[in-house]
């Protein structure tokens, strides 16, 4: 398509009282074809109005009864138009909804910080230290009462050996039922913490 298509709009000025006067007039002349004639008698009442339309009618005119051109556009100004905003994609939409949340939600996490309660981090066994040294003073407990029942039965009952073992059963059961009481009292007792779960908390204030 040529580039002095007059259906491109292209261009756009203001209508100056000059351009209207040509217009009106242009609307009038037998000379001009009848789409031209519409066009004119439709520009004369706009307050902006595209160059080449103005253009292509003007050089359509008679040469004897058109202004200059120069003339004829002097006092009009350029009208600039804002480009249509590009249309978002739906996928980015929602990936800007999902962010527009998430941002949300860590100001108000941000905001109710000091009024909410702070999760205990500090959980028992929470690390692979704690479950390691929770298990090895298990099995020491265990070990010392089957020790201490082996050779407290030793000394009661003569060294006979089967008494001599219902002595250890019966001392590494204690130790068990020990280490579970003991067990119990921490995990209700929050102030009792494990070495490695204070220092931790150290660490992090």
Known sequence: MSSDDPNQPGLVITVTESIRLFLLAASNDRRLS???????LTLSSAANAPYK???SI???????TRPELI???S???????????????EE??????????????KEYQELVKDITPKKDLNEPFSTYKDQIGF???VALTMFTGYLVGYFAFRALFNHSPIMNSAGGILGLVFGMLLETFLFI???????????????????NQ
């Not at 980015?92 to 939600?105: I, Y």
């Open 185 to 203: 009292i921490r995990t209700s007792e929050p102030n009792l913490k494990s070495p490695s779960s204070t220092s931790r908390l150290k660490k």
């Open 71 to 73: 003339s004829l556009f």
């Open 34 to 40: 009848e789409e031209l004639r519409e066009l004119a």
């Open 135 to 137: 298990g090895l003073h």
């Open 58 to 64: 003007w050089m359509e005119s008679a040469f004897d």
């Open 75 to 89: 006092g009009s100004n350029f009208v600039f138009t804002s480009p249509k905003p590009r249309e978002k994609s």
């Open 53 to 55: 339309q103005i253009r």
């Open 92 to 105: 980015l939409k929602e990936r800007l909804r999902k962010l527009k949340e998430l941002a949300e939600r």
